[in-house]
């Protein structure tokens, strides 16, 4: 399985960007779909995932303000993010986990900076 990454770059503060991700290769339908994000010196935090089936959970910081969708057919995940801040200045990694026996594998895309100016 293979995570593709798009979207990122410079935005200012308040405005908006929209980040998507295409998996190729067998991920089954259970599966969540998520996104990350990390900054230098820090553990990388969940932002929101989804499951399969539409259920969505997103992190305190970004309620209200960033929207997680995905489309099953072309196995991408999209995170809309709106309002942005300084503070969500980092790179985002997009995510699959599927349960694997008595675990979970991950999946990991390649990481995408995004940089909200002040």
């Known amino acids: 399985v293979q995570l593709q990454a798009f979207g990122g770059g410079l935005v200012q503060a308040g405005g908006s960007a929209k980040l998507s991700c295409a998996a190729s290769?067998?991920?089954?339908?259970?599966?969540?779909m998520g996104w990350y994000r990390q900054t230098p010196g820090n553990t990388r935090e969940l932002v929101a995932d989804i499951a399969y089936g539409g259920a969505t959970n997103y992190a305190d910081s970004v309620k209200g303000r960033f929207t997680i969708s995905r489309d099953n057919a072309q196995k991408t995940v999209y995170l809309q993010m709106n309002s942005l801040k300084p503070e969500d200045t980092a790179v985002y990694y997009c995510n699959v986990r599927r349960p694997q026996g008595i675990g979970v594998i991950n999946y990991w895309g390649q990481g995408t900076q995004v940089t909200v100016s002040s």
């Open positions: 290769g067998s991920i089954f339908s259970i599966n969540v």
